[in-house]
């Protein structure tokens, strides 16, 4: 059962304080409703959604628990939710386009980069940010009880030998390239760099994660540069599109998916601040990375050079029946989109491109992505417009135990369907991808297969910069681990890392 306070915090209008004062209007009520019936107008505007059985067990219900369930319907703007209830059940019957491949010469190749590339890339990337022409967006609305945790998942600390958050080595890598950036692009005396980075929660993680963020002294970051905001909730429903009740007096409700940031930056007026900083471009990612290059020049310096509204990282695509979203082509010229591994059969997963080798449908989503400001407005706009949601069959809280029902999501993917230009950028697993979401024992996407992947890849870069490593146990279990703060991507390590020796694990810092 939801605490009634937390629900009023979570978006519920105060209610006028009680008097008694009493008013013979029939068109206007200055005080609460009567405790022995719902307000009438409120019944009367849920009869017009079909939602009136909201109120069947008013009569066993106590003042408070009367109070706090008017209060929750008044906070619904039902218009709206009604609309998207409709646009997505509907949407269910339609006929969708055939899937084609990526074109292959609409992905820029990790072998297809030649050296001339990269460099250009990357020092358009850094001018970019030292401009201040970049914002950062995080999604992080998730709890990490999949984890084990009840914490935000940002807050989980994957037993690297730094024992740091992903929080902290995502703000550690903002700090280290802003560094860069005013080092690199800097004439004369360096200026500081400020990449401002907008946090998405959700109603169930915002206070833990700015509390978590405080306490932390934002881990080095200017308090100012960040920015929090909530992704919105809807209410889950039955398969016919009733809501369904979590107690007699409370709504079930869910996140709207991380596809909700598009409307929750708007709503928040948080497009309107980027655009008020000069930011043009938004790098948007997922917490859960613990190796996300956060405002990665290269990338951003890619995008620009494409010149297009979107574009995304991919990685290959580890085995046909990995289940890993995908990037197709919906209908014979169409755009660019994201289909989930159920959408595919066993011969489209297994299928393979004669010319290259690799499986026809291979460009993994992970989550990866940069836009420019002005198309994430068109997306917010275009989004709300359509009202159409996913529509997720899942076990929802309800008054009589959990039951089946309807989650409506939104997917951060969903935005390509809506882009001129979608480029796609290849990235190496072992250098980019290491995501966190089952608890250690799993078999895939574990704190202890993260944490692995982070000490193999520092490792590298150690020997690669002219260090040497001691270990009492097997390498393949062990290694070292580099701060943000000293490097972002391997590079600047000689100085500390030629000819020293480092006994793994350890944290190689400043």
Not at 46 to 54: I, M, S
Not at 83 to 88: A, F
Not at 424 to 443: I, M, Q, T
């Amino acid at each position: 059962m939801r605490d009634p306070s937390m629900e009023r915090e979570n978006g519920a209008s105060d209610s006028t304080a009680a008097t008694t004062t009493t008013t013979t209007t029939t068109t206007e009520i200055t005080s609460p409703p009567p405790m022995n019936s719902p307000r009438q107008a409120l019944v009367e505007r849920l009869k017009d959604y079909g939602q009136e059985d909201v109120f069947a067990l008013w009569d066993e219900l106590s003042p408070d628990e009367r109070e706090f369930l008017v209060r929750d319907i008044e906070s619904l703007d039902l218009p709206r939710i009604d609309r998207i209830i409709r646009c997505s059940l509907h949407s269910q019957g339609l006929p969708v386009a055939a899937i084609e491949p990526v074109p292959e010469n609409w992905v820029s190749t990790v072998d297809g980069r030649t050296m001339e590339d990269r460099e250009k890339w990357w020092k358009m990337g850094l001018k970019t940010i030292y401009e201040g022409k970049l914002g950062v967006v995080l999604l992080s609305g998730g709890q990490g009880t999949r984890l084990g945790i009840s914490d935000p998942k940002g807050c989980f600390n994957i037993g690297l030998p730094s024992g740091k958050s992903l929080f902290q080595i995502q703000a550690e890598r903002i700090l280290c390239i802003q560094r860069l950036a005013a080092q690199v692009v800097g004439e004369g005396p360096t200026r500081p760099v400020t990449i401002h980075w907008y946090i998405m929660t959700s109603p169930f993680t915002d206070e833990a994660t700015r509390k978590y963020f405080s306490s932390h002294k934002y881990f080095g970051l200017e308090p100012d540069q960040i920015s929090f905001f909530q992704q919105g909730t809807l209410p889950c429903i039955s398969k016919d599109g009733k809501f369904i009740m979590e107690t007699p007096f409370s709504l079930a409700k869910a996140p709207d998916g991380n596809g909700g940031v598009y409307g929750a930056l708007k709503s928040s007026r948080l497009l309107e601040d980027m655009a008020s900083r000069g930011i043009k471009y938004v790098d948007c990612y997922g917490v859960d990375n613990v190796m996300v290059r956060v405002a990665d020049p290269t990338f951003l310096g890619y995008f620009i050079d494409k010149g297009a509204a979107s574009a995304a990282k991919v990685v290959r695509k580890a085995y046909p029946q990995e289940q890993v979203g995908v990037f197709v082509r919906r209908g014979k010229g169409g755009p660019l989109t994201v289909v989930e591994y159920s959408e595919l059969d066993q011969s489209m997963a297994s299928a393979i491109n004669q010319r290259t080798g690799r499986l026809q449908y291979c460009w993994s989503n992970v989550c990866l992505h940069m836009f420019t400001l002005d198309f994430i407005n068109q997306v917010a706009t275009g989004l709300e417009k359509d009202s159409v949601y996913h529509l997720a069959e899942k076990k929802i809280p309800s008054m009589n135990g959990y039951t089946m029902g309807l989650k409506l999501e939104q997917f951060i993917f969903d935005s390509f369907l809506y882009a001129p230009s979608t480029a796609l950028f290849e990235v190496l697993r072992e250098e980019e991808f290491a995501p966190v979401k089952n608890v250690n024992g799993s078999n895939f996407d574990t704190p202890e297969s993260a944490r692995l992947s982070v000490l193999r890849l520092h490792t590298r870069w150690v020997i690669a910069a002219g260090g040497f490593l001691t270990h009492s146990v097997p390498l393949y279990a062990t290694g070292v681990e580099v701060s943000p703060l000293c490097s972002y991507a391997g590079e600047n390590l000689e100085a500390i890392c030629r000819g020293r020796t480092f006994h793994a694990p350890c944290e190689i810092s400043l």
